[in-house]
């Protein structure tokens, strides 16, 4: 069983920047693949970004590109999501998940899940 705790989100003006957290409880964080996944109101929810278990590898939706950074220290049990240059469109609850899948991006390959965090996005 793992436990995810989702920190950081808040309300922001467009173009700045906010840093989630994501503390996990397991033993063995550093043989889980860690993503983040956003959802806002009466949306499916989607995959942002995904740090791989093993090379730490990096993948992350177009949308967010060039703006996001995943990072993980295992050390800390812990995944980041750096985001900058922020809009509104990026309003939503995120979501820290894990899986031991290598299948990054897909949502339904993770199987735990945390509770999510709201950023909020003002224009």
């Known amino acids: 069983q793992v436990q995810l705790v989702e920190s950081g989100g808040g309300l922001v003006q467009g173009g700045g920047s906010l840093r989630l957290s994501c503390a996990a409880s397991?033993?063995?964080?550093?043989?889980?693949?860690m993503g983040w996944f956003r959802q806002a109101p009466g949306k499916e929810r989607e995959f942002v970004a995904a740090?791989?278990?093993?090379?730490?590898?990096?993948v992350y939706a177009d949308s967010v590109k060039g703006r996001f950074t995943i990072s993980r220290d295992n050390a800390d049990n812990t995944v980041y999501l750096q985001m900058n240059s922020l809009k509104p469109e990026d309003t939503a609850v995120y979501l820290c998940?894990?899986?031991?899948?290598?299948?990054?991006?897909?949502?339904?390959?993770?199987?735990?899940w945390g509770q999510g965090t709201q950023v909020t996005v003002t224009s």
């Open positions: 998940a894990c899986t031991r899948s290598s299948r990054l991006s897909a949502t339904d390959e993770y199987g735990y």
């Open positions: 397991a033993r063995t964080f550093s043989s889980y693949t």
């Open positions: 740090v791989s278990r093993t090379t730490g590898n990096t």
